[in-house]
């Protein structure tokens, strides 16, 4: 079974904090995202990559930086917490996108409830 | 730009009833489509892809590229299918970008 695991479930940080999401998949994927989930919005886009070191913008990436130095591991970083970064954060990672008959599936990570208190 | 629009936020039906979860988007170009769900408590696992052409639990989705739509459809409705679904749209190009609508809350009474 294909695992995407993000370290935390739930995290408590204070406004102002440097903060680390981090997020780990097990099948050798190039694709990794970053999103956050929200009432009536949606999933948001922050941050992708497409390969080790490279990151492309998402639709909401201010306030937001990311980290992949290796593979395996997509890292999201908030500079300096705020309290409307207070969300459920999804991290997914698949295959990049072919013309296989299979299509390229996203697999989700169990997510991480942030709260800037 | 790309964009994905599902323009109800919930459907609420009564078991044994079709469903009809909708879904626009716009892209320029030949994008791969998905809906997703989200059972409570669960992760967001995939559901089926316009490519693959499947029923999975009994719902399908077409693909229509004229009116740029992916309805999700079910003739009969669940209990077991109250739950969140997504629609997603990725490209080949751009990184492999994928990105999500807003969500429809299904809610299916008894």
């Known amino acids: 079974d294909v695992k995407v695991t993000q370290s935390s479930r739930y995290l408590v940080k204070r406004t102002g904090e440097k903060v680390f999401l981090e997020c780990v998949q097990d099948m050798d994927h190039e694709n990794m995202f970053w999103y956050r989930q929200d009432p009536g919005l949606g999933l948001r886009l922050i941050y992708f990559s497409y390969d080790v070191k490279m990151k492309e913008k998402g639709d909401i990436p201010e306030g937001y930086s990311v980290s992949r130095e290796k593979k395996e591991r997509f890292s999201l970083i908030l500079e300096s917490a705020s309290t409307n970064q207070t969300s459920m954060y999804l991290c997914?990672?698949?295959?990049?996108?072919?013309?296989?008959?299979?299509?390229?599936?996203?697999?989700f990570g169990q997510g991480t409830r942030l709260t800037v208190v | 730009a790309q964009r994905v629009t599902q323009p109800e936020k919930l459907l609420s039906v009564f078991k044994g009833a079709p469903v009809e979860l909708k879904c626009n988007y716009s892209y320029s170009g030949s994008p791969e489509l998905f809906w997703y769900v989200q059972y409570s408590r669960q992760r967001l696992q995939l559901l089926l892809r316009?490519?693959s052409r499947e029923s999975i639990k009994g719902f399908t989705a077409d693909l229509n590229k004229g009116e740029t739509s992916f309805h999700l459809k079910k003739p009969f409705a669940q209990e077991e299918d109250s739950a969140m679904y997504y629609c997603?749209?990725?490209?080949?190009?751009?990184?492999?970008?994928?990105?999500f609508g807003q969500g429809t809350e299904l809610s299916v009474k008894p």
């Open positions: 997603a749209l990725r490209s080949y190009n751009q990184g492999g970008k994928l990105i």
């Open positions: 316009h490519i």
């Open positions: 997914a990672s698949s295959f990049f996108p072919s013309l296989l008959p299979q299509g390229t599936e996203a697999f």
